[in-house]
């Protein structure tokens, strides 16, 4: 049974940082390309980023370029999410996807 799992959300000031982790289970994560999605109240579920198998290529939507860095571990079946320099507008619930499947998010709020 594939099974995601993230943590790390939370309440940050905008300039603030979090640490998303997503830990997986049931499928084969080092052969799987994994992602970050996030949706914000009223709006469409968003690509954030994406990492390959050994995490040598990676992709970040424009709006988070610069500012949020994708990582895994495989050896620990977990992906991360490193988020520096949030804005309010990153407020969000983030999800992470792998295995065809998704995890059951974890919010993210950022004050103004």
Not at 10 to 27: E, H, K, M, P, T
Not at 44 to 54: M, Q
Not at 62 to 85: C, E, H, P, W
Request: hydrophobic content about 30%; overall charge positive; proline content about 2%.
């Amino acid at each position: 049974q594939v099974q995601l799992v993230e943590s790390g959300g939370g309440l940050v000031q905008a300039g603030g940082s979090l640490r998303l982790s997503c830990a997986a289970s049931g499928f084969a994560f080092s052969s799987s390309g994994m992602s970050w999605y996030r949706q914000a109240p009223g709006k469409e579920r968003e690509l954030v980023a994406v990492i390959n198998t050994f995490g040598h290529s990676t992709y970040y939507a424009d709006s988070v370029k610069g500012r949020f860095t994708i990582s895994r571990d495989n050896a620990k079946n977990t992906m991360y999410l490193q988020m520096n320099s949030l804005k309010p507008e990153d407020t969000a619930v983030y999800y992470c996807s792998g295995g065809n499947s998704w995890g059951q998010g974890t919010q993210v709020t950022v004050s103004s």
